[in-house]
């Protein structure tokens, strides 16, 4: 069994954290470029009339 320190790890580019493989990107690893749904919607700033107050 693999360790999680042993997964290949990149880097958020919205957030600037440190995200580890998860199997569900086995097959597009090279693909992935954010940590979460949340960064990659943020990716060209907050939309128009959006707060997060909400």
Same mark, same amino acid.
């Given at each position: 069994? &693999? &360790?999680?320190?042993d997964?290949p790890? %990149?880097? *958020?580019?919205? *957030?600037?954290?440190?995200?580890?493989? +998860? &199997? %569900?990107?086995k @097959? *597009?690893?090279? $693909?992935? &470029?954010? /940590?979460? $749904? +949340? /960064? +990659?919607?943020? +990716?060209?700033? $907050?939309?128009? !009339?959006?707060? $997060? @107050? !909400?």
């Amino acid at each position: 069994m &693999k &360790k999680k320190s042993d997964l290949p790890t %990149k880097t *958020c580019p919205i *957030c600037q954290r440190s995200f580890a493989w +998860r &199997k %569900k990107w086995k @097959d *597009c690893w090279q $693909e992935v &470029k954010y /940590c979460s $749904e +949340r /960064c +990659r919607r943020n +990716r060209k700033g $907050e939309a128009p !009339g959006r707060s $997060e @107050d !909400g």
